[in-house]
């Protein structure tokens, strides 16, 4: 094949013929992962990242090597960066999501928007400095990935526009081509209240979105761990050669078991804290667990410890 479409980005991989993953690029403006998936006679998008300038970029990316606009776009849950360039969609491009992920994008809107209206330059400003003040050449790499995300939210949301999915569902919805067929499976809340996952069985390719991530902390505190945890055990039965997380490179059936592992391991520490009588404001000064010192957005550790925390106290009382 050719050389593949170039953005600033996100990075394009071909994973089997007429199946491409979009791997967000560091320094660019998608912050989560998408997809493009050729059924033959009919083109799929897999989430459409942040910034809608990503957006556009993946659906020329999607054009091009399919040689048809795109016939549906689909939306794995509720998060911005994996709906606000949804905006960037044609109007005549149907959107897919569950029911639950639709009506909270709908309840979410202007609320979100007034948020960042309000907080979004702060943020950037806030990030910007805490970048110019880190020395070790290993955090500020990380401290610059926040600067990126705020630098990308403040670009989007001036002209933000809500786009909402114009088809929902529940269960599973299947996409018939003379290519290949593939899967929308809705599993309830994992990641979010809603989560659906994009599965190829022919290719043995699934599209996660946040169920999973590699390298990277996961966010959990709009979902539901336990659920989440049950989830990816059910996948790990699956015929997987490739998982697109929603966020860090592409892996394999390992990466669930390093995610799974990373959960149980803080529902460990929070355990442990409440059975030794240890308040959340000590629990939080907590080291990083070295397995996962590396990995990006360390921020969202200490945010997942206080989420399961008070998860955990509040199902005890």
Not at 22 to 50: C, E, K, Y
Not at 71 to 92: I, K, M, T
Not at 153 to 177: E, K, N, Q, W
Not at 212 to 238: A, Q, R, S, T
Request: glycine residues 6%.
């Amino acid at each position: 094949m050719a050389d593949l479409p170039f953005s600033q980005h996100f990075i394009l991989q071909e994973l089997s013929d007429g199946v491409f993953a979009a791997i967000h690029r560091q320094g660019g403006w998608a912050i989560g992962n998408a997809g493009i998936i050729d059924l033959g006679d009919r083109t799929l998008v897999f989430d459409t990242f942040l910034s809608p300038k990503a957006t556009t970029d993946l659906l020329y990316a999607a054009t091009e090597l399919t040689g048809r606009p795109v016939s549906y776009v689909l939306n794995s849950h509720f998060h911005n960066d994996h709906v606000w360039g949804n905006q960037a969609v044609p109007l005549e491009t149907d959107i897919i999501a569950t029911k639950q992920t639709r009506e909270r994008m709908a309840k979410r809107g202007s609320k979100e928007d007034d948020w960042y209206r309000q907080n979004a330059l702060k943020n950037y400003i806030e990030a910007r400095l805490e970048f110019e003040k880190t020395t070790d050449p290993f955090a500020k790499t990380l401290a610059k990935e926040i600067v990126i995300y705020n630098e990308a939210i403040v670009d989007t949301y001036p002209a933000l526009r809500y786009r909402l999915p114009t088809i929902a569902f529940d269960g599973v919805l299947d996409f018939y081509g003379s290519k290949r067929s593939v899967k929308l499976i809705s599993c309830g809340a994992g990641h979010s209240l809603s989560d659906a996952f994009l599965y190829l069985p022919e290719d043995q390719i699934i599209f996660l979105a946040d169920l999973l991530f590699i390298d990277v902390h996961p966010y959990l505190g709009d979902g539901n761990p336990v659920k989440l945890c049950k989830i990816l055990e059910e996948i790990k039965n699956m015929q997987i050669k490739y998982l697109i997380p929603g966020h860090g490179p592409i892996g394999g059936l390992k990466d669930l078991d390093v995610i799974l592992a990373y959960i149980h391991e803080l529902e460990g520490l929070v355990k442990q804290a409440l059975m030794n009588g240890i308040k959340l404001d000590q629990l939080l000064l907590s080291s990083i667990p070295p397995a996962y010192q590396n990995w990006s957005f360390p921020k969202f550790f200490y945010e997942n410890l206080q989420f399961l925390y008070e998860r955990t106290t509040a199902i005890d009382l």
